[in-house]
């Protein structure tokens, strides 16, 4: 096996394989990922020019919730991650659904290699954070995009409001997230995101935070506001 195969942490991969089965309850454990889904797809939509007719690649793509999204606005979906049941949910979601992707358990990496240059659009959202080399997934998903395609990766930045909204609020007060959901050591800086997006064909082209109302309960947009979460649109340069 190749060293780009072991970018993958065994211990995140079975947080989320033990929660799999509630992946799609609105009301579980993953109802922040619900309730944001929405905000997500409408920034995805926008930055890629809409979806309809595109070929898009969601990387790390857990249980189906974004994937199935943007195959419901017309694009040709193919939803990657390392985690079994995740995957599994995902799939048998579909069945239910009767919404079409193409699902696989595969590295990004080793995805790149067989097949560079094929997607119009690229999605890595709340990945990076999880993997012990976010800089090889970047490399990869600017590998796998088309040129004049778009990539959009989200993540969580790394601050002392981050560590408090992020975990102790979400985690620990308010219970939006599983605790030990996340490793505040791996939050990434937009700076540090930028030093692995340069060495790519990748060129930044909107920086947008996301954030979170306790008391309306709401989350909305805020380009102003990248402190916690935030998303980030690349173009990779035409040849």
Same mark, same amino acid.
């Given at each position: 096996?190749?060293e780009?195969i072991?970018?993958?942490?065994?211990?995140?991969?079975?947080k989320?394989e033990?929660?799999?089965?509630? *992946? *799609?309850?609105?009301?579980s454990e =993953?109802? @922040?990922l619900?309730? #944001?889904n929405? %905000?997500?797809?409408?920034y #995805?939509?926008?930055a890629a020019?809409g %979806? +309809?007719g595109?070929?898009?690649?969601d990387?790390g793509?857990?249980?189906?919730?974004?994937?199935?999204?943007m195959a419901?606005?017309? @694009?040709e979906?193919?939803? #990657?991650?390392?985690g079994a049941m995740?995957l599994?949910?995902?799939?048998?979601h /579909?069945?239910e659904?009767?919404?079409e992707?193409?699902y696989r358990?595969v590295?990004?990496?080793?995805?790149?290699?067989? $097949?560079?240059?094929? =997607?119009?659009l690229? /999605?890595c959202m709340?990945m990076?954070?999880?993997?012990?080399?976010?800089?090889? #997934?970047v490399?990869?998903?600017?590998?796998?995009v088309?040129?004049?395609?778009?990539v959009? =990766?989200s993540t969580?930045n790394?601050n002392p409001k981050? !560590?408090? =909204?992020?975990i102790?609020?979400?985690?620990y007060v308010?219970? %939006?997230?599983?605790?030990?959901t996340?490793d !505040?050591?791996?939050f990434?800086?937009?700076?540090?995101l930028?030093a692995w997006?340069r060495?790519? +064909?990748?060129? /930044?082209t909107?920086?947008?935070?996301m954030? !979170? &109302?306790? %008391?309306? $309960? /709401? !989350?909305?947009?805020?380009?102003?506001?990248l +402190?916690v &979460?935030y998303?980030?649109?690349c173009v990779?340069?035409?040849?």
């Open positions: 096996m190749t780009t072991h970018n993958v942490d065994h211990a995140e991969i079975s989320f033990e929660l799999a089965s509630r *992946w *799609w309850d609105p009301h =993953f109802k @922040a619900h309730e #944001i929405p %905000l997500r797809l409408g #995805i939509e926008r020019g %979806l +309809d595109k070929r898009v690649l990387v793509c857990g249980g189906g919730i974004l994937s199935e999204s419901l606005r017309g @694009a979906v193919t939803g #990657i991650d390392m995740p599994r949910v995902a799939e048998l /579909t069945l659904s009767g919404v992707v193409s358990r590295p990004v990496e080793v995805l790149a290699a067989e $097949q560079p240059d094929s =997607f119009d690229v /999605t709340e990076l954070e999880h993997v012990p080399s976010p800089a090889s #997934i490399d990869a998903c600017a590998r796998l088309r040129p004049g395609g778009t959009v =990766f969580l790394r981050s !560590y408090l =909204f992020a102790l609020g979400a985690e308010m219970g %939006l997230l599983p605790k030990g996340h !505040y050591a791996r990434i800086r937009p700076s540090e930028h997006i060495p790519t +064909d990748l060129r /930044t909107d920086m947008t935070g954030t !979170y &109302n306790p %008391l309306t $309960q /709401t !989350y909305r947009l805020d380009s102003d506001d +402190d &979460n998303l980030v649109t990779r340069d035409s040849d």
